[in-house]
């Protein structure tokens, strides 16, 4: 691996291995992930200050598309919006994909929505739930927050060098500042038994690469859309847009072939509202 200028940062996973034979995280994921391209090749930290960081220099550094960074904790964990991230030990799952699509620029965010899918998708088939999706990318379970996604991107004049793309899923309980916890929850609040971190990153990342192939397919959500709208929290019902240029009230009607919420108006007009600056909000809460 080339050398990162961040490696004060980091505690080699092979230093940290478990000893007497049990079976460490980092080799649980090598064994469980079953995929093509996604996740391959896999580097795996038992801390580090954030998997998006390190993805990023390792894109610098000419990492391939598919490659996976996957850390065990995070010493800074980055949210949206410049927010923080909570990454205890050992509780919770932090990775990031990095990929290098040969897509238009105004297309990436769409990738965002697919890895929601995907993480919806995981959860489902990992612990027989069936979590909901927040538009545009937070997925949710019981009306609360398990999993942020953010996804950032470096352009090369005009076109795409590469997107990382970070997945943040609570597992664990843990103890949330209270202000948190009126809007986020964890798997484990919805299951008795525990949840295998490995095998939930390993789903995910196969759903992904199918997802994935069929949004290439036609560089929109148009294949994908309907499985999309079916996990819509938000899917008529009444939410109120954040946007800059101002606040307003209607109905969440689905999201078009470009990932954008339509959102129709008292008077019947419909509104597209694109993720970049607004956010959307339930009327009386959260969703
Ligand atoms: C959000 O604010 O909803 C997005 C949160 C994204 C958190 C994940 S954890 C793994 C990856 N590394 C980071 O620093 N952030 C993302």
Redesign the pocket.
Known sequence: MAPTGNESLTVPSEDCRRAGGEVSYEQELTSSIDTVWIGKPLHFFETLD????RAKLEAEAGAESGTLIV?DE?T??????G?G?E?PKGKNV???LLLRPNIKPDRASMLTLVMALAVAQGIERTCQLSPQIKWP??IVLNGK?I????TEMSLELESIAYVVI???INVELQNFSDQVRATATCLREAIVTSVNRAKLIAEILKSFEELCACFLKTCDMSILREDYITRLVNQDRQVRVLDPKGEYIGTARGINDRGELLVELEDGRMEVVYAGEVSVRGLYGYT
């Open positions: 954030s998997t998006n960081l850390a995070q800074a964990g980055r949210g949206r919006r927010r991230w990454s932090y990775f990031t990318n937070d927050k999993c942020g996604i953010l970070g997945v943040g």
